[in-house]
Nanobody
Framework: VQLQAYGGGLVQAGGSLRLSCAASGRTFSRYAMGWFRQAPGKEREFVTTISSSGGSTYYADSVKGRFTISRDNAKNTVYLQMNSLKPEDTAVYYC??????????????????????WGQGTQVTVSS
């Protein structure tokens, strides 16, 4: 599966952005999807993940209550709604796909090594 992330941009602190990640192929519904981010000079870190069924999600503590992941399997797209953005959210955001085997899985991986496919990243900059 190939992934294309978009929707990043420049926003003031307290603002919102919605990232999208479009996937190619006919097996999107068998993949758990995740978002990671990488700030300059830092390691790529986990942000959130959603199972292939959409029924299970998990968030990093740093974004819990502010970010929401969702997916539309009919559109082969996963979304990341980001509210109450902070300057420390500034990073390149990457979407990633982890094969779950079937579409009803509740598997929601949180480690980079669990993911098989990565998008190219989209820049999010939050000004103070």
């Amino acid at each position: 599966v190939q992934l294309q992330a978009y929707g990043g941009g420049l926003v003031q602190a307290g603002g919102s952005l919605r990232l999208s990640c479009a996937a190619s192929g006919r097996t999107f519904s068998r993949y758990a999807m995740g978002w990671f981010r990488q700030a300059p000079g830092k390691e790529r870190e986990f942000v959130t993940t959603i199972s292939s069924s959409g029924g299970s999600t998990y968030y990093a503590d740093s974004v819990k209550g502010r970010f929401t992941i969702s997916r539309d399997n009919a559109k082969n797209t996963v979304y990341l709604q980001m509210n109450s953005l902070k300057p420390e959210d500034t990073a390149v955001y990457y979407c990633a796909a982890a094969y779950s085997g079937y579409s009803g899985s509740h598997y929601y991986p949180r480690l980079k090594g669990d993911y098989d496919h990565w998008g190219q990243g989209t820049q999010v900059t939050v000004s103070s």
